[in-house]
T-cell receptor
Framework: GQSLEQPSEVTAVEGAIVQINCTYQ??????LSWYQQHDGGAPTFLSY????GLEETGRFSSFLSRSDSYGYLLLQELQMKDSASYFC??????FGKGTRLHILP | GAGVSQSPSNKVTEKGKDVELRCDPI?????LYWYRQSLGQGLEFLIY????????KSGLPSDRFSAERTGGSVSTLTIQRTQQEDSAVYLC?????????????FGSGTQLSVL
């Protein structure tokens, strides 16, 4: 079957750095995306990796290792507004169950 | 439009009734996707349109679910003979094209409650 695994919850302190991991098992792979969803809101695009390596977009970075079927999202200088759920997705159609990020002041 | 628009935002229906959910994608976006999200869960892919064609409808959970897209724009998702397990938020997303690098823009969803 096809699946994505990511932690259900992560807690971090404001101003710190947090990493959210995602491992996938899919038949066919084109790219790994990350989306943010605040409670009651629509998912919004954060980042995309098609090739191995790190992609940086402001405070957010995303990493992919195709050989390990693994990626992560790195959030730096955490702000309270980053409290949300984060989803990894493969090929735009297979989504993980999401990681709820709690940020402590 | 400026963003992806979905209607209605909320729908309460009785078990056994049919419902239609509408999605207006961003103008010029050729790819359109439907997903379902149950409370606290991830997104479950339902169907993908490229233009008016649906090359991937593998996620439709049963033959009670159908979708169409007309004029390469508006799409409707129809659920016939609704069941309580159909209760969820139905999300629509569009992207400029079908390429994997093209990011998805989501609507705010339709919260469907089947009583």
């Amino acid at each position: 079957g096809q699946s994505l695994e990511q932690p259900s919850e992560v807690t971090a302190v404001e101003g710190a750095i947090v990493q959210i991991n995602c491992t996938y098992q899919t038949s066919g792979f084109y790219g790994l995306s990350w989306y943010q969803q605040h409670d009651g809101g629509a998912p919004t695009f954060l980042s995309y990796n098609a090739l191995d390596g790190l992609e940086e977009t402001g405070r957010f970075s995303s990493f992919l290792s195709r050989s390990d079927s693994y990626g992560y999202l790195l959030l730096q200088e955490l702000q309270m507004k980053d409290s949300a759920s984060y989803f990894c997705a493969v090929n735009k159609i297979i989504f993980g169950k999401g990681t709820r990020l709690h940020i402590l002041p | 439009g400026a963003g992806v628009s979905q209607s209605p935002s909320n729908k309460v229906t009785e078990k056994g009734k049919d419902v239609e959910l509408r999605c207006d994608p961003i103008s010029g976006h050729t790819a359109l996707y439907w997903y379902r999200q149950s409370l606290g869960q991830g997104l479950e892919f339902l169907i993908y349109f490229q233009g008016n064609s649906a090359p991937d409808k593998s996620g439709l959970p049963s033959d009670r679910f159908s979708a169409e897209r007309t004029g390469g724009s508006v799409s409707t998702l129809t659920i016939q003979r609704t069941q309580q397990e159909d209760s969820a938020v139905y999300l629509c997303a569009s992207s400029l094209g079908p390429g994997q690098r093209e990011k998805l823009f989501f609507g705010s969803g339709t919260q469907l409650s089947v009583l």
